[in-house]
């Protein structure tokens, strides 16, 4: 059985002298900072351990974005057959319905991906 750990960072300041790390649960909302249940650990002043993070949001981001890409690109031609994306340009959702709506909608791509941990 797969295990997923679903945490979150920030980096401040990670390729100085004196980056600050924060690593965590909380979704740094109104809501994780008033209501939930969340940890998050402040790191300051550690270089090394800065760098991995922010190899580490190099990394995911790079892998989403070219996936992102690849899906507009790959998608547009299959709806089409003309080889033109039909996307929108790549912009953030503005509510949880805009990026995750389908990853609980049976039949969906999305939602296989979701329970199939693929």
């Known amino acids: 059985m797969a295990i997923h750990i679903h945490h979150k960072f920030i980096v401040i300041d990670g390729e100085t002298d004196h980056p600050t790390l924060y690593s965590g649960s909380p979704n740094f909302s109104?809501?994780?900072?008033?209501?939930?249940?969340?940890?998050?650990?402040?790191?300051?002043?550690?270089?090394?351990?800065?760098?991995?993070?922010?190899?580490?949001?190099?990394?995911?981001?790079?892998?989403?974005?070219?996936?992102?890409?690849?899906?507009?690109l790959h998608e547009g031609k299959s709806r089409t057959g003309s080889g033109a994306a039909t996307h929108e340009d790549l912009v953030l959702a503005t509510n949880r319905d805009g990026w995750a709506r389908l990853d609980f909608q049976p039949g969906t791509k999305e939602f296989l991906a979701r329970t199939h941990f693929l």
């Open 30 to 72: 109104k809501a994780s900072e008033n209501s939930n249940d969340e940890n998050v650990l402040e790191l300051k002043g550690n270089q090394a351990l800065a760098s991995v993070y922010v190899a580490e949001f190099l990394r995911l981001y790079n892998h989403y974005r070219a996936r992102a890409i690849w899906n507009r």
